[in-house]
């Protein structure tokens, strides 16, 4: 049986999420029947078929640690539904710190818990950890705003020959240059910012779009969201955001149809609340006009595990990028950028990326 052998960079509750699905949708139990997958199967591929064969991160208490055991460990806090984890022989490495870990979250952790003692790795160790362990593809699970640690890790992966699954707001596969030398190398990418299974971007996206599709002028619209997770805390600093913003604003602006001024349109991360942990509440209010020109109002509050809403869709992305390379396809995966990513090189309706995505799953190349 062929397996996908992946890299994380981050392991953070997103990869925590990522890691229990394996496990959870592997073997002959009654996970298997794929209840809460978008797709069992992709390929030949199942959930199962993934396997985790390096990892880095910078926090002391995962470096060193076998990412089973690593996914636990705190800041961590999302929810554990899946407890027998299967070792995975991959050690979570010293990674590089860059601006992944931002001036005002170490301010908040005066000793220093997140910094391991030992220096960071190595450019080249971190390219011959990639070789060594045979990874096929990088998974990016970087904190937002992490702009130069992205770019770092997206080079390494390239001289690496992975391909590269971009779960965050930092545009790789969205900026053409970077398109570009994957396309050279014949390396598949898929991003940028991982759109949730069933999260607030999704949401607003067709709250918008049944607007348009039953002729009600749109207004003026919000999207509020508030976690207590480390990605929210991240968050707190204004500076990081501004592709986090972009990236969640164009993905409701591209099927509004007539775009919004600014003024009308606001989304983003809203505030850090502790206790809500990797809980993931969104405030959404879209305000219209209908016949008679006579206005209405929707208000939708969604409340939903953060990183599991995540997991159920990079699971996809990852075996999507497994087929590309095993199809020997490089460059954008422009229909599974668009189904699975809030800011892709082109956007689609949620309708169009879907039968796209089927039709690259079932082997029709994309133009």
């Given at each position: 049986m062929r397996k996908i052998r992946i890299a994380i960079v981050g392991i953070g509750n997103c990869a925590s999420s990522l890691v229990q699905g394996i496990n959870f949708y592997d073997g002959s139990s009654v996970n298997s029947t794929g209840i809460g997958l978008m797709h069992r199967q992709i390929g030949s591929y199942r959930p199962g078929d993934i396997e985790i064969v390096a990892a880095f991160d910078i926090d002391r208490r995962k470096v060193g640690l076998d990412v089973s055991k690593a996914i636990f460990s705190p800041p961590n806090c999302t929810k554990v539904f899946c407890e027998k984890i299967?070792?995975?022989?991959?050690?979570?490495?010293?990674?590089?710190?860059?601006?992944?870990?931002?001036?005002?979250?170490?301010?908040?952790?005066p000793l220093r818990t997140f910094l391991p003692l030992e220096k960071e790795s190595t450019r080249e160790q971190i390219i011959a950890e990639l070789k060594d362990s045979s990874a096929e593809l990088m998974v990016n699970y970087l904190p937002v705003g992490s702009e130069e640690a992205t770019r770092f890790y997206a080079s390494c992966a390239?001289?690496?020959?992975?391909?590269?699954?971009?779960?965050?707001p930092v545009f790789i596969a969205s900026d053409p240059k970077w398109a570009r030398r994957f396309a050279d190398k014949n390396l598949p990418i898929i991003g940028d910012d991982i759109k949730a299974q069933m999260g607030a971007t999704i949401v607003h996206r067709a709250l918008v779009d049944l607007f348009r599709k039953r002729g009600v002028k749109l207004v003026r619209t919000y999207q509020l969201n508030t976690g207590g997770n480390t990605d929210?805390?991240?968050?707190?600093?204004?500076?990081r955001l501004a592709s986090k913003k972009t990236s969640k604003t164009e993905a409701v602006q591209s099927v509004i149809g007539?775009?919004?001024?600014?003024?009308?349109?606001?989304?983003?991360p809203s505030d850090y609340v502790p206790w809500q942990l990797d809980n993931k509440v969104a405030f959404i209010r879209v305000e219209g006009r209908l016949f008679g020109d006579v206005p209405m109002e929707i208000d939708v509050k969604l409340s939903v595990e953060d990183s599991p809403n995540s997991a159920g869709v990079a699971i996809d992305a990852i075996r999507c990028c497994k087929l590309a390379l095993d199809r020997g396809i490089g460059g954008v995966l422009h229909s599974p950028s668009a189904y699975f990513s809030k800011h892709p090189p082109v956007q689609m309706t949620d309708d169009e990326a879907y039968r796209c995505v089927e039709q690259f799953i079932r082997g029709e190349r994309e133009s």
């Open positions: 299967k070792l995975t022989g991959a050690i979570v490495k010293m990674g590089c710190v860059f601006d992944g870990y931002p001036e005002h979250m170490r301010e908040q952790d390239l001289e690496a020959g992975l391909g590269f699954v971009n779960n965050i929210f805390l991240n968050m707190l600093n204004r500076t007539e775009r919004l001024t600014d003024e009308n349109i606001h989304i983003g």
